[in-house]
């Protein structure tokens, strides 16, 4: 079963502000990379990393973007974080996806605490738009791992967990044409 929400053109992102975890303050114990598998349905570009903050997650969080074997492919220090809700980090420089290839957007948090929801995904994928997130049948989803950052996130939490971490995708970048000062 594919749950899917209809979204107006992009930038898209799995989930909107309004959507909001079960348990926004799990304590883990130990530093901690938690992320989301994912695909789009077209080519496009990852420009900015996002995850839901609880008001105990303290600490520099640093957000990464992955193939799925494990391969950085960018990576963002958070800044100008508030206490809690949904934080946004653009990378760098906008990544490049191909179409119905899977990647892995990931943030690690020093102190081990994260948002989590567990059983999201049992009811199968969820897809918002041209995104989807992979439910049990497809693999899981959930993916951690602990260490130091960058650690790639390759455990499945129960298949079903949701970590809450979400990227922005757009389908094409517009270069800065301003010039050098």
């Given at each position: ?71 950085l492919l960018s990576q963002v220090t958070f800044t100008n974080e508030t206490a809690s809700g949904w934080q946004t980090m653009y990378l760098p420089s906008p990544i490049a996806v191909t179409a119905n290839t899977t990647y ?78």
């Amino acid at each position: 079963m594919t749950i899917t929400v209809q979204q107006g053109s992009c930038p898209c992102s799995l989930w909107d502000d309004s959507f909001t975890p079960v348990n926004p303050n799990v304590h883990d114990g130990a530093s901690l990379e938690v992320g989301v598998r994912f695909k789009a349905s077209e080519n496009g570009f990852i420009s900015a990393i996002r995850f839901y903050k609880g008001v105990q997650n303290t600490g520099t969080h640093i957000g990464s973007l992955w193939t799925e074997s494990g391969t950085l492919l960018s990576q963002v220090t958070f800044t100008n974080e508030t206490a809690s809700g949904w934080q946004t980090m653009y990378l760098p420089s906008p990544i490049a996806v191909t179409a119905n290839t899977t990647y892995v957007a990931s943030y690690h948090t020093p102190t081990g605490v994260h948002a989590e929801t567990i059983n999201y995904f049992s009811a199968g994928d969820w897809t918002r738009g041209p995104l989807t997130a992979f439910g049990a049948s497809n693999g899981g989803n959930g993916v951690y791992a602990y260490g130091a950052s960058p650690v790639f996130p390759n455990n499945v939490g129960g298949s079903y967990w949701n970590y809450w971490v979400d990227v922005l995708f757009v389908t094409e970048v517009t270069p800065d044409t301003t010039p050098p000062p």
